[in-house]
Structure formats: C-alpha cells, structure tokens
C-alpha cells in the first residue's frame, strides 16, 4: 500500500516569504497527485491536481502554484505568501479504485 | 452549486450507541462514487469506506456501514458500537464520471464527540 510523506509538518511564515511545501509517496507508481487546504474548522478545497509529471491543473486562482517533477514527488510553492494563506494543506494520492489517500498534512501559518 | 452536503456540523453521541452521519449530494453523472474520511485532532484523513453508484448493496467495513438512497441521493454513514476513539470530524465525498482525475467533492463536515 502506499505511503504520503510531507514536510515540513509545521511552518511559521511572514507575509510575503516564499513557500515551498513538498509531497513525496512510496508504493505505488503513475498516480494522481492532489494539494487540498482546509481552515480550521472546515472541508478541504483542492488547489491542484496533477495525472502525470510535468501536467497540473488548477482548480482555484491564487498565488499559490504546484510542480511535479518527477512522478512520485509534487511540490506545492508560492513566491509571496498572504496571510490567507494560511490553513492546513494535504497532499494526496489516489489509490488502485476510487479512494484517495492522503498524508499527514502540513500546518501553515502566516504572520 | 455545493455537490456535497453536510447538514450536522456537530453530535453527540454516548459510548457502545449507534450515530448516523447525514449526507446527501447532487450529480447528474450516471456513475460516481461516494466515500466517508475520519479526521481526529491530529489531522489526519483516514479513509473509511466506499459506495459505488451501480452497487446494489450497501457497503459496510468493520463498524461502519453506508445507508445509500440512490433515489434520495443521499449516502449516511452509520458507525455501531461507538467508541471514545471515534470522536473525530467526519467528511464524505464524492468523484463523479470516470474521467481519469479522480477528483472528489468533499462536504464541510460533521463533528462527532463521543461521550463516556
């Protein structure tokens, strides 16, 4: 079965740093890749999602971008990050059906 | 239009009894597909089950089972026996068609807090 790793776990930013948040999995080959943030308290919107290296397709504008540079690895980045930047961003992978598996998130806070 | 809805931000529920999680979901494809995650406090998404649109079964794992009304296209998840562990946020999803993203549509959630 696969496994989702991501880093850093927790990240403190001030406004207008760089971001840049990293997805990494194990035990599976081509899958589909996806970035989701949740606020506190709420559901997950998915950023960006990706079927191959190289292809990512954007499900909202923002100042956020994702790479995937090789198969098993997707990056999530911005240049300058805004306060709403802020949340709880989970990468995930989608398993041999239809569930997605999801890693163990990365706490962003925005200063 | 929100695919995915929720209508129980929170419950209650006492140790050993049964819960049942609302959901209900708007889709025109023919074939999709509907899911239930735990989130604890940790943060975590733990997938729990899964239910076909063309099943004719209900789908069931462990403590867990999903009552799907295609007619009334809802899809509750029912948790038996519930334990101190159980408490969590409990999202369901959807994926619709069969295109080859896999995307899902998740719901705002409910909150489950078990009582002792």
């Known amino acids: 079965s696969q496994t989702i790793h991501q880093w850093p776990a927790t990240l403190v930013q001030p406004v207008g740093s760089p971001l840049s948040l990293e997805c990494t999995v194990e035990?599976?080959?081509?899958?589909?890749l996806y970035w989701y943030r949740q606020a506190a308290g709420r559901g997950l919107q998915l950023l960006f999602y990706?079927?191959?290296?190289?292809?990512i397709s954007s499900e909202v504008p923002q100042n956020l971008s994702a790479s995937r540079p090789q198969d098993r690895q997707f990056i999530l980045s911005s240049k300058k990050l805004l306060l709403s930047d802020s949340g709880f961003y989970l990468c995930?992978?989608?398993?041999?059906?239809?569930?997605?598996?999801f890693g163990p998130g990365t706490r962003l806070t925005v200063l | 239009a929100q695919k995915i809805t929720q209508t129980q931000p929170g419950m209650f529920v006492q140790e050993k009894e049964a819960v049942t999680l609302d959901c209900t979901y708007d889709?025109?494809?023919?074939?999709?597909?509907l899911f239930w995650y735990k989130q604890p406090s940790s943060g975590e998404m733990i997938f729990l089950i899964y239910?076909?649109?063309?099943?004719?079964q209900n789908a069931t794992e462990g403590r867990y089972s999903l009552n799907f009304q295609k007619a009334r296209k809802s899809a509750n998840l029912v948790i038996s026996a519930s334990q101190l562990g159980d408490s969590a946020m409990y999202f369901c999803?959807?994926?619709?068609?069969?295109?080859?993203?896999?995307?899902?549509?998740f719901g705002a959630g409910t909150t489950v807090t078990v009582r002792a």
């Open positions: 995930a992978c989608s398993g041999k059906w239809d569930e997605q598996f």
């Open positions: 035990g599976t080959s081509n899958p589909n």
């Open positions: 990706s079927v191959g290296i190289g292809q």
């Open positions: 889709t025109s494809d023919p074939s999709y597909g």
């Open positions: 239910q076909g649109s063309y099943d004719q």
């Open positions: 999803a959807m994926r619709e068609s069969l295109s080859n993203d896999y995307k899902l549509s």
